[in-house]
């Protein structure tokens, strides 16, 4: 069963506008989400991460939203550019045994 | 520059021809690990190691092997590979004092 899970495979995003990206999770036990960033023909990238003690963290265009009594993540992206589009994974780890458990994804596509 | 180096990028091969995919790691870090990507599914975890001679499964560990003989080497090894192996493969790499992990470029791999 995926512990992690992104429910929407795709999203279409007018550029200037906002994105915004799911992830739900039913383990409540994890220290950290992280977001990714992937390219084709790349391997991903670390784009922001939450710790479990907080419900936001900014930086710069990007701002992820954690809360906990719904098990529910979300990253805004303000405002979307086209270099923006991409594959982007969320993922919870636990510190100290540094796996990371994946979703399956959410191809953001920005529109000129 | 820090990086992981997988080789090869790219790779047809066919069934029950043993295979090695080479991964390498410049930063010192202690932790390695073997991702594959498949569609609808996201990056789900092969196996990993947390130091020199320490390796475990992961989460689809069926069909591979790996070795740390050396802390900046994680080869992975397919034995007797087959065509459900076809996979888009990503090696990564941490370290207990930072966010997350940096990847390789990734190895597609063909297995007919």
């Known amino acids: 069963d995926q512990q992690v899970k992104q429910n929407s495979p795709s999203l279409s995003v007018q550029e200037g506008r906002i994105s915004i990206l799911n992830c739900d999770y039913t383990?409540?036990?994890?220290?950290?989400f992280l977001w990714y960033k992937k390219y084709p023909a790349e391997g991903p990238t670390f784009l922001i991460s939450?710790?479990?003690?907080?419900d936001k963290n900014e930086d710069g265009r990007f701002t992820v939203f954690l809360n906990k009594s719904a098990k529910h993540l979300s990253l805004h992206i303000v405002p979307s550019q086209p270099g923006d589009s991409a594959v982007y994974f969320c993922?919870?780890?636990?510190?100290?045994?540094?796996?990371?458990?994946f979703g399956t994804g959410t191809r953001l596509t920005i529109i000129p | 520059e820090a990086q992981v180096t997988q080789n090869p990028r790219y790779l047809i091969t066919v069934t029950g021809k043993k295979l090695t995919v080479t991964c390498s790691q410049n930063?010192?870090?202690?932790?390695m690990s073997w991702y594959r990507q498949d569609p609808g599914l996201g990056l789900r975890q092969i196996y990993y190691?947390?130091?020199?001679?320490?390796?475990d499964k992961g989460d689809v560990p069926e069909g591979y092997k790996v070795s740390r003989k050396e802390k900046r080497n994680f080869p992975l090894i397919l034995e007797s590979p087959s065509p459900n192996q076809t996979s888009l493969y990503f090696c990564?790499?941490?370290?207990?004092?930072?966010?997350?992990?940096?990847f390789g470029s990734g190895t597609r791999l063909t297995v007919v």
């Open positions: 939450i710790s479990s003690i907080k």
């Open positions: 383990n409540s036990m994890f220290d950290y």
């Open positions: 190691s947390m130091n020199v001679e320490v390796t």
């Open positions: 930063m010192n870090h202690e932790y």
């Open positions: 990564a790499s941490s370290t207990t004092d930072s966010w997350g992990y940096t």
């Open positions: 993922a919870e780890e636990n510190f100290g045994n540094e796996k990371l458990t």
